[in-house]
Structures are given as C-alpha cells and as structure tokens.
C-alpha cells in the first residue's frame, strides 16, 4: 500500500482521504484552518449557526452514491433546498420550471411571445442533456449516437457563448427580463450551462438539515475511523519534488514523505506558491496560470435577529430567497470601480434556522445576506490599508441590510450578533485565490481548461494530483467528489 498526502480537508480532500483509507492506504490529510470543511463548512456564534460557503448542492445521485460507497449516508439527513424569486414586479417559489414560466407571463404580460420563445429553447437544450444518459434499451443504443451528435452541435453552437450574449437574442438590451436572466448565475457563464442550472435549481437542489459543518465533521470522523490522520491548523509550506516527482509535503518546518501528494486546495497556488522547484513546469503553464481568471467571490453578512422562527418563515416563505427588488440599474459586474455596485447587485438572503430550528436559539432566527463582487474590487479592498478595508467592509454590511428591509421590515431593531465576510476573509480561510468561490471563471471567453467538460485530475509533476473541484472548470461539491474518486483510482 501507497502513503499519501491530501493538502485541505475540504470535501475534495475529505473524501479522497476516505476513499483511499477504505482501500488500505497510509492518508494524511493537513488543513491551515482549525475545522475540516472548506467551503463545505459552517461556524456558531453566540449560539446562531452559519454557513461558511456553500449553501446547496446538486447532482443528488452522484453525492449520495458517494457517500453511501464510504459508509456515511445514514448519518446525514439531507433535505431539498427551494427557493423563492422576489422583484418589484413578481414573487414566487420555485419548485419548478413551470413556476418560473408562469410568473413570469403574468409579471410580463407584454413579453409573452419573447418568453416562450426563449423557454422553447431552454426547454430543447434541457431534452438533450436528458438524453444524454448512457441508453439501457436496444432501440436507445440505436438513436444514441443521433443524440450525441446533436448535443455536440449545440455545445458548438452555445458552449463559448455568454449567458449576456445569449439573453441579448431574446429580450431588449437592457430591459427588466433581460437584466434578470443576465444576472441570475454567474455572471457571464457559458450558455450552454444555463438549462442544466435551471434543471438542478427546480428538481435537485439540495443541503444537510445539520449544517454543511455537520456533513464535513462525518467525513472528518470516518476518515480517522478508517486509521487515517487529519492534521489541524497544519499549514503545508512546501510540496517536496525528486526526480521530477512529489514525494510529500513540508509542514512547519518538518517533511513528511508520500509516495503520491493530492492537492485538495487552490490550484494556482498549489504550484505558483507550494511547489519546491518551478523548473518542473514550462513557461506556457506558469504563464498561463499566472493570467488565468477564478470565478467571483462574494460579501456575506451575518445575522443573528430576535424574530421567532414562525415570523421569519411569514417573512421569507422559504429559507433560500434571491432578492431582486430595490436595486438600482446599471449593474456592470465586471466594474471594480464601482462604488455603488452593492447597491445593484443581486442578493442571496438564507437563513439556516429556517431548515432547523437548533441552528439558532430558542425563539431566535441566523441569517445570511450574500452577493457576488468582483474580483478586486475597489482597489482589492483598500489596497491593504486597514482603515479603509473596514470602512468598505462596513458600508456594504449596512447597505445590504438596509436593502434586505425590504423584506423583513425593520430588519435593524432586530439585530444581535452581527459581522461580515469579504473576499480577503474568504481568501484567508479557504486559500483561494481572490476568495474564489466555484474554481475558474464561468465565463466561456476565460476558461482555463481547454476541455471544460471533463475532469483534469493530472499534472505536470507525476504523482501529484489535483482532488477537488479545481480539477474542473466549474467549481462546486458534485466536481470536488469526482476529482476525489478519479484520484483514487489514480493510486493503487
């Protein structure tokens, strides 16, 4: 059997650790912060629970199938996650396309032909996605190399086109449907993710009922229980290279040899900081690397309000609400200058008692308003100027909450604990490049990988590996547990 290093304890490298434990393997797993998790993690205090990153999850079989193969999956009760869509001019539940559809013809009674045009083509793409599923019948073997040819079609068609570019063919620039179907994602991202988006949104959208810090706790736990080790506020310093290949890790000012290393952490700096010797890498990789771009991060602020649980279930219906009302036009998300850029950005308003009520205090209810920003904004938050990082810090956490009133009225009065993360704070505690929340950019004219479908769990150093959701374009839980079994069939 193989000894192997994992570099984070993420859900990447919490389950490339149990995966390779399960089989026998000598697995380490180091983590900077003093709690397994990453973004799959959550925090208390003064008795109200958040989230740290991550909020949902899709592609429900393959994560429960993942967690059932290591044992776990009676000890976590997951639960759907729905959400409601406010405006000024609609409000609904979206527990289905359909939903969507309906309040939107009625909220829009003058782009209905618009409408069901740009539906008859989400709905297209959508079928073709479905058929891609491996057929089981004769006749499904026959036409299947049909569908594949018209999938690859469409993917020629709207794989590098943005999500902006592909709106525009549909609705006025500029207009009110235009900007809401522009800025619903990320900004910019590839066209042809927007079918499948709504797909996992309406009918396999999901969260653990204890907290995403209750789901990376089990991993941790089962992890050990299978005789591997998980090192706490253990900062890796060096991936240690021979001959051209890992062989382990330097961990405050001490080696520790591996026969395989997996990277379960920010891909940037896995070889731009970490790797011990840069001759490894040819100049196309490290300049490409330098220049690539990582998807957005974002500014949360956190709550914890005297309202009862009853009350804020009449006041926001659901736990998950996108707020999309009082916001001032003009939203350029690739504006770092922006300084009203708060003010216009969509909101996401979560609150984790509202899925269990022991998230919070008896009779109390925890709430996070969050939006995305830009990558530097405002000269990367002060250009390292104390000062004036917490003025911003504090400026956004006042507008978000005062624009949050909108629904939950006198949201201020209510307030107990308050404080606020930004993409430095995310940067800090995850490793990140510039807070990234989801891997790289989303947006098609940015991708790193030349193949942005598939996951690259190789690299240019032998027996190094990437495990998490790096080793795919897009970032999220589903690519993180890939990139951890396609590891783990890597080592033998």
Known sequence: MSSVVVIGAGLGGLMAGNLLAKKGHKVTVFESHSAPGGYTAGFR??????????????????????MKDIGVFDKLTFTRQIARWVSNDYDFIMRSLDDMKKA????????????????????????LYGKMEKPKSMFGRIV??????????????????????????????????????????????????????????????????TGMQSWADVLAENFKKLGGELKLQSRVDKILTKNGSAVGVTCSGKDYEADYVLSASDYKKTFLNLLDDRSLLSNDFIEKLKNAAVSESFFVVY????????????????????????RAPGLDMSDANDEKLFEKVWLNVYSPSLVNEELAPKGKSSLMISCMV?????????DGDRKVYKQLKESVKKTLIMRTSGLIPDIEKHIEF???????????????????????????????????????????????????????????????INAAYLCSKKIQ
Not at 104 to 127: G, H, M, N, Q, W
Not at 161 to 182: A, I, N, P, Q
Not at 303 to 326: C, F, R
Request: positive net charge.
């Open 418 to 480: 308050e404080d606020a993360a930004t993409p430095l704070t995310y940067e800090r505690y995850t490793g990140n490049t510039e807070g990234a929340s989801s891997a790289w950019s989303w947006n098609p004219k940015k991708w790193y990988y030349q193949n942005p479908g598939s996951t690259t769990v190789d690299t240019p150093v032998k027996n190094l590996y990437i495990s998490s959701c790096w080793a795919y374009e897009f970032g999220g839980i589903p690519t993180a």
């Open 45 to 66: 205090r003064k008795g109200y629970y958040f989230e740290s990153g991550t909020l949902s999850f899709e592609m429900s079989d393959l994560v429960f199938g993942a």
């Open 374 to 382: 830009p990558p530097r904004w405002m000269k990367n938050w002060g």
């Open 303 to 326: 709550l914890g309000l005297n309202i009862t649980p009853k009350i804020m279930k009449e006041y926001l219906k659901v736990p998950h609400v996108l707020y999309d009302a009082s």
């Open 104 to 127: 939107l013809l009625e909220a829009f009674p003058a782009e209905r032909k618009r409408l069901r045009t740009y539906y008859a083509e989400i709905d297209r793409v959508s079928r």
């Open 144 to 209: 299947f190399p049909f569908h594949v040819a018209r999938f690859a079609n469409m993917a020629r068609k709207y794989g590098r086109m943005t999500s902006s570019e592909f709106v525009e063919k549909y609705f006025d620039k500029g207009s009110k449907l235009y900007c809401l179907f522009r800025d619903a994602g990320y900004p910019e991202m590839s066209a042809m993710i927007v079918p499948a988006a709504y797909s996992s949104l309406f009918n396999d959208y999901w969260t653990v009922k």
